[in-house]
């Protein structure tokens, strides 16, 4: 429980912290809110020489407009996103995954985009970038590119970032009128991870749904969508039937792990049983 | 001025008592805000660091040992292996051979030759600093030769399986019986079961968990010449006191050992560390302060675990409810060494099996077991709990039988509230209770009815959440104990408390204790019986504990003994105070010390109201000394030792209303309402507080907490984040009451209430959720109740199964060989 030795870096700007990461070697990590990384190094899984903390890094932290888009910034806490007036009104779906995230104390340090650069299956927001069709910012020695959430999570804890690459900021689209979003998360105790989760957001017009995104947490090594549920929503009235039906194929296509949380056959009964929760809520059932 | 205001006479009327007030704890500013000393804070100079590396095998030879690195790392000191030791560890005590035949293997301090189990210490590095000494831990080279590894306790005790200790014969450690009929306590029970017109027999497995104090156990041993002292997080710094001298050869009056504040043990803490004989034997050889401190990791991997039995019981009855008979067969799970207690553990339980009811036949059986995880001992309970879940449990089971309310069939047979004292088919004298009043009580809290109703509705309309109501109707044996019970069980101990009061020249009084709190709050629950029986000032009285050079003889907090042995030491100690103060009183006064009263902390002539002396005036007079009487020694001072001639028995009535989601096979808590009766209550706020925390903690066992091993014996659950230990947002709201029956063993008539939720709560919890679900066909969930597994015994049938990943054989405590989940596949 008492980490590796390791030298420590602390930039002001992306820049510096570009730099910082070039100059650091082999073996360099990039500290956000380390509440993923800390634990892991204490345990002696990870054992970095250099860490460069984004902490001090202004420009990373804060949530903006840009025309129908929300921009927020990696370095984001858990906390300023529970906080934020912008997200309070266009970015539902994130405010209600990122209040269900660990206990006070770790989202007052744990950040947006650590959670998404970690990309671990049983956390809360990978799931929502990708049914929000996230966009990532993403700057390193070779300049700046963006990926989409599809391409962003490529496998268990593994992203599209390359070595040197700093995940700067992500785009999501705003929700506004006719949208209503729902993050149902299922968990033994209140601070734990999730066994499933469900972010469902729906659009309605008039009686039937013009358009539905589910995301689905830990139902496989990345988030995946219930691409046919929601395929099975589009147009449909707006009732406890059609999405009861639809929500029995929200398991299609996922390959959910077997831990001391839950086997695979339950994660996917699960996963059927809170996509229509997700749904009823996010339709105003 | 009317007489009321008169000042002469305001004087005179006696402070109001201070027992049965809610105060609040005197302690809690500086425990909460950490502005005490815990072990971990001791600086000391010179002082070194020592981390231990620990094995990752759970069985194996050590045949490559090469320390030689770690010696060269920076700031490293020393480092020793087993062999370095061998010489001088000698063996970790176990003070309970429940059997005369108990066989036990030893248990060193590091590991010489063979590891069994993960965690046990390989090496340790002593460096200047905490981190040098863990960086070091990384240097050292070991290779095991691996042996085959034992963990499914059904396994173990067969013919031809594999041993944990190749100097044994077999994985059995001990078998111990109780005999109702060999006893003359009871009858036959074979008769009884032949005789009977049903019975009901069930397997119910008690999981393993892990104490999970706050304070991580921490050591610091400071050498002077050749004396030493130890600070230890430690519930009982004076038997570690002896133990540790007996284990090195330091010799006792050599040793002195400090328990400072100490962060919460439940049991946990009632050991003699390896760590702890280690740090004494390193400051030993360097001649230098040693601390050592551990992770939550080696906290949640090497702490003794507790609870981890098989229990088969059976039941005999009659068709009208009558119970006739009661068999018990237990499997309890040892780990891979016995400590201080390990053995007497299910043996403590033994007694408990029978509950409330009037048995006329019992008989108890148990195998210690060895296996290779980490040992088992005492954890909140210890023994009781398991007693009051099985008993619990197949009460409602013969209730379905019978196709009666458990209400009813418990009312049929428990002991009435005239028939107290009652000696039970164990052979124990229950004390005193009314279960009727606390049972009518405690369903009015819950609501019962109501509840029954829309039990009933959500049945009739199928609502995908059912709704259950459990009860346990418990009671258990507290105030550890006549010491005359404990000898004939084995015990390596008496059972006495001791307390000394101290009267300072400005009539403050030092009360000091052999009771050691690690939460509990004696200091003020002391301080209010002292401000009672000595009429000074609540505030007047400071309590000192838990140093073995201030406080020398004393026995230590478990078994809920503090108040019933300790609080009665402290009573005793304060009559002889005033006995001794009324001599030198009578002296001042002029007066016959027959003729002086004592009240309100003052003596006066009786008759003659006005004139006195109070007893803190008698404590300047004593310690100046000019005027006393001839032929008594100057000082007030007393001390007494008390040795209860027996237990108490707190009992209850606890009803939880659960949740279970059906779609999902969430439970949840609706509502839980328990009536304790603890005998007389010296503190509400304390009582209420031990209350709430022990049902987290039996509510944990029920639903939340479980130790698992894989099939190489990792501890899987190795950190909170697979361990779950609820937190105050899982749990409902309690609504909690008391009847008082007060004790007959002691003059506080107090019983005892540390362990009395945790052990009362857990069947109250799992008779509820079957109770949601029985009508769906489930008859058994085991605990903790994970969704998956309601979720599983209610679609696929059995318990449940196991908490394990598909494809591996890891399982929580006991086994996993008649898994309801395996069931549930074909
Ligand atoms: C007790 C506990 C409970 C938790 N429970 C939950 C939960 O229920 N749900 C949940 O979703 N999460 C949970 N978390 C995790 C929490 O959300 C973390 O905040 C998050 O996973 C990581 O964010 P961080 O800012 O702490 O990242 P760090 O731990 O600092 O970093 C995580 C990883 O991302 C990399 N990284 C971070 N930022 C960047 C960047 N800008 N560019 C490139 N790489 C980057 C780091 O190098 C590291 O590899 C829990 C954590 C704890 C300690």
Redesign the interface.
Not at chain 1, 257 to 264: E, K, P, Y
Not at chain 2, 803 to 807: E, S
């Given at each position: 429980?008492?980490p590796?030795?390791f030298a420590y870096a602390r930039p002001t700007t992306v820049e510096e912290a570009l730099q910082a990461i070039a100059e650091g070697g082999e073996d360099v990590k990039v500290l956000a809110g380390g509440q993923s990384l800390i634990p892991v190094m204490r345990?002696?899984l990870a054992a970095p020489e250099l860490l460069v903390d984004l902490t001090r890094v202004e420009e990373l932290r804060g949530v903006r407009e840009d025309g129908d888009t929300l921009v927020i910034g990696a370095m984001t806490t858990h906390a300023d996103v529970l906080a934020d007036p912008l997200l309070a009104q266009y970015g539902q779906l994130i405010v209600q995954a990122t209040e269900t995230v660990a206990?006070r104390q770790v989202r007052r340090r744990g950040t947006f985009g650590g959670a998404l650069a970690h990309a671990d299956p049983a956390g809360d927001l990978p799931a929502v970038a990708l049914a929000l069709d996230a966009e990532f910012v993403l700057v390193g020695p070779g300049g700046r590119r963006t990926v989409s959430a599809a391409e962003f999570f490529v496998d268990y804890l593994t992203t599209a970032l390359e070595e040197g690459e700093l995940l700067v900021e992500i785009r999501v689209p705003k929700l506004g009128e006719g949208w209503g979003v729902r993050y149902e998360k299922?968990n033994?105790?209140?601070?734990?991870?999730s066994?499933v989760a469900v972010a469902a957001a729906v659009r309605r017009q008039g009686g039937r749904i013009a358009e539905a995104r589910i995301g689905l947490t830990n139902m496989g090594p990345t988030p995946l969508r219930a691409s046919a549920t929601e395929a099975a929503l589009v147009g449909v009235d707006v009732s406890m039937e059609t999405v009861t039906a639809a929500a029995a194929q929200a398991a299609e296509g996922t390959s959910p792990?077997?831990?001391?949380?839950?086997?695979?056959d339950?994660r996917q009964?699960?996963a059927q049983?809170?996509t229509r929760r997700a749904l009823a809520a996010a339709a105003g059932l | 001025m009317t007489a009321v205001e008169d000042p002469a006479s305001a004087v005179d009327l006696p402070p109001a008592k201070e027992v049965g007030q809610a105060r609040r704890r005197k302690e809690d500013a500086r425990l909460i805000t950490g502005k005490t000393t815990w072990t971990d804070n001791m600086v000391l100079p010179g002082m070194l660091h020592l981390a231990v590396l620990r094995s990752p095998v759970a069985h194996g030879r050590i045949t490559h040992l090469d320390v030689s690195a770690a010696k060269e790392r920076p700031n490293v000191v020393a480092v020793y292996t087993g062999a370095d030791l061998a010489e001088e560890q000698g063996s970790l005590p176990c003070a309970w051979p429940v059997t005369p035949d108990m066989v036990n293997p030893g248990h060193p301090s590091i590991a010489v030759e063979q590891v069994n189990h993960v965690g046990e210490a390989v090496a340790i590095v002593v460096a200047r600093s905490?981190?040098a000494a863990?960086?070091a831990l990384?240097a050292i080279d070991v290779d095991y030769e691996p042996l085959p590894v034992v963990l499914d306790m059904e396994q173990a005790v067969q013919e031809g399986s594999p041993l944990v200790h190749d100097s044994t014969s077999s994985n059995t450690s001990y078998h111990f019986v109780f005999d109702a009929g060999e006893a003359g306590t009871g009858s036959d029970t074979d008769q009884a079961f032949a005789d009977a017109e049903v019975t009901v027999s069930r397997r119910f497995v008690q999981q393993r968990l892990i104490p999970a104090f706050m304070e991580p156990r921490s050591v610091v041993v400071q050498p002077s010449g050749d004396n030493y002292t130890m600070w230890s997080a430690t519930q009982i710094p004076h038997i570690l006191r002896v133990m540790a001298a007996m284990v090195t050869g330091i010799p006792e009056h050599k040793l002195r050992v400090i328990a400072p504040d100490v962060g919460g043990g439940f049991g946990g803490k009632l050991q003699v560390n390896p760590e702890e004989i280690l740090c004494l034997l390193i400051a030993r050889r360097l001649g230098k302060p040693i601390k050592w401190t551990e992770?939550?990791?080696?906290s949640l991997m090497t702490a003794h675990h507790g609870r981890d039995q098989v229990q088969f019981i059976d039941v005999a009855a009659d068709r009208d409810g009558t119970v006739k008979g009661l068999r018990v067969r237990l499997l309890a799970d040892m780990g891979a060494y016995l400590r201080l207690i390990t053995p007497g553990v299910p043996a403590l339980g033994a007694f408990m099996f029978p509950g409330i009811y009037k048995f006329p036949a019992y008989r108890f059986e148990c195998d210690g077991v060895f296996t290779n995880k980490v040992p088992t001992d005492a954890y909140r309970g210890a023994g009781r709990p398991e007693a009051t879940f099985a008993i619990e449990r197949i009460m409602d089971e013969l209730a379905v039988e019978l196709g009666m309310d458990p209400l009813e069939v418990r009312r049929k047979n428990w002991i009435n509230a005239e028939e107290f004292p009652f000696t039970t088919v164990a052979g124990l004298e229950y004390d005193s209770g009314d279960y009727h009043q606390a049972t009518e009580q405690a369903l009015e809290l819950l609501g019962y009815d109501e509840l029954r109703a829309e039990q009933q509705r959500r049945r009739e309309s199928n609502d995908p959440v059912q709704l259950g109501i459990g009860f346990s109707t418990f009671t258990e044996m507290c105030g550890l104990a006549p010491s005359r019970v404990l000898g004939s069980l084995a015990f390596g101990a008496g059972g006495w408390e001791q307390a000394s009061i101290r009267m300072l020249p400005t009539g403050k009084v030092e009360v000091v204790t052999g009771s050691t709190p690690h939460g509990q709050g004696h200091e003020t629950a002391w301080s209010q019986i002292v401000a009672d029986q000595l009429g000074v000032p609540f505030e007047d009285v400071e309590v000192l504990h838990g140093d073995t050079a201030i406080s020398s003889r004393g026995l230590d907090t478990y078994g809920s003994r503090s108040l019933v042995v300790g609080g009665t030491a402290v009573v005793k100690a304060a009559e002889k105070v005033v006995e001794k103060a009324r001599v030198i009183a009578a002296h001042l006064l002029e007066a016959n010390a027959d003729d002086l009263e004592f009240t309100g902390g003052k003596f006066s002539v009786r008759g003659t109201p006005g004139a006195g002396v109070g007893i803190q005036e008698v404590a300047l007079a004593i310690f100046a000394a000019h005027d006393y009487p001839e032929g008594i020694e100057p000082s007030i001072d007393a001390e007494a030792t008390f040795d209860p001639e027996n237990f108490s028995f707190p009992h209850g009535t606890h009803i939880c209303a659960m949740e279970i989601d059906t779609?999902?096979g969430?439970a949840k808590i609706r509502k839980y309402a328990c009536v304790d009766d603890v005998g007389t209550i010296v503190n509400p706020l304390i009582v209420e507080g031990q209350v709430h925390g022990g049902l987290a903690q039996g509510i944990a066992q029920a639903m939340?907490e479980e130790a698992?091993y894989d099939a190489e014996g990792n501890l899987?659950?190795g950190s909170f984040?697979?361990y779950?230990v609820?937190?105050a947002?899982?749990l409902p709201h309690f609504d909690t009451g008391n009847t008082v029956h007060a004790a007959t063993s002691n003059p506080l008539g107090a019983k005892g209430v540390g362990e009395a939720g945790c052990i009362a709560s857990t069947p109250a919890v799992v008779n509820a959720a079957l109770d949601a679900v029985r009508h769906l066909g489930v008859t058994d969930i085991r605990m903790p109740l994970?969704?998956?597994r309601v979720?599983?015994a209610l679609h696929g049938g059995g318990d449940g199964g196991d908490?394990?990943?598909?494809?591996s054989n890891?399982y929580g405590g006991a086994r996993t060989t008649e898994s309801g989940y395996q069931e549930a596949e074909q």
């Open positions: 429980m008492i590796a030795p345990l002696r206990d299922f033994r105790v209140a601070q734990a991870w066994i792990s077997n831990d001391l949380n839950a086997q695979a339950y009964h699960l049983v809170l | 905490r981190t863990a960086d990384e992770t939550r990791g080696e779609e999902t969430f939340y698992i899987t659950t984040v697979d779950l609820p937190a947002s899982d994970t969704p998956e979720w599983r908490r394990a990943a598909q494809g890891a």
